[in-house]
């Protein structure tokens, strides 16, 4: 859409769609997950007595422990994956490079191969049938990944 609207005032859009990328993210993930996720951390509110916090913590923390352990423990697989499947940040590198110096650079870069088959996928399926495709193989890929390779998921953030 940009790219349309922009044409007219001489502004060049190119988008950048990388696939899982090795960086210092994941880890930086996996500690926001134990410090603010298992701990129900929340910050001080002002006017809140230290008891009035201690029970909005205890609360938080039971939520948690019900609703979200699950999608924590499959986001610390991802990162997991992106940690030992991720592309070097070079190949995204040389791309941004590419949009920016090329004489004509192109409208849409994907970089790696997840990002090539999540394209394709968009483009053949329906986003309700994507979605529930992916959500199915989550719940079966996750453990198996698990075994697998021997990914810690949950296991990393609770030690």
């Known amino acids: ?42 910050p001080n509110a002002v006017g809140f007595t230290t008891f009035q916090m201690d029970i909005a913590n205890k609360n938080i923390s039971e939520q948690i422990t019900e609703s979200y352990l699950p999608l924590i423990g499959t986001c610390a697989t991802l990162c997991d994956l992106g ?20 004489y004509y650079p192109k409208s849409r870069y994907l970089v790696g ?19 529930w495709f992916m959500n199915v193989t989550l719940k079966v890929a996750v453990p198996f990944l698990r075994r697998t390779f021997g990914l810690a998921g949950f296991d990393a953030i609770s030690s």
Request: charged share 15%; aromatic share 12%; hydrophobic share 50%.
């Open 1 to 42: 859409v940009y790219t349309l609207e922009l044409r007219d005032m001489g502004v060049g859009v190119s988008v950048i769609e990388p696939g899982l990328v090795r960086t210092p993210a994941y880890d930086k993930a996996l500690a926001s997950f134990k410090q603010h996720f298992l701990r129900g951390a929340v």
């Open 83 to 102: 940690r030992l499947f991720g592309m070097e940040i070079e190949c995204v590198e040389q791309a941004v490079l590419h949009a920016l110096t090329a």
């Open 113 to 131: 191969w997840d990002a090539n088959w999540v394209s394709l996928a968009y483009a053949i399926f329906p986003n309700a049938v994507w979605h």
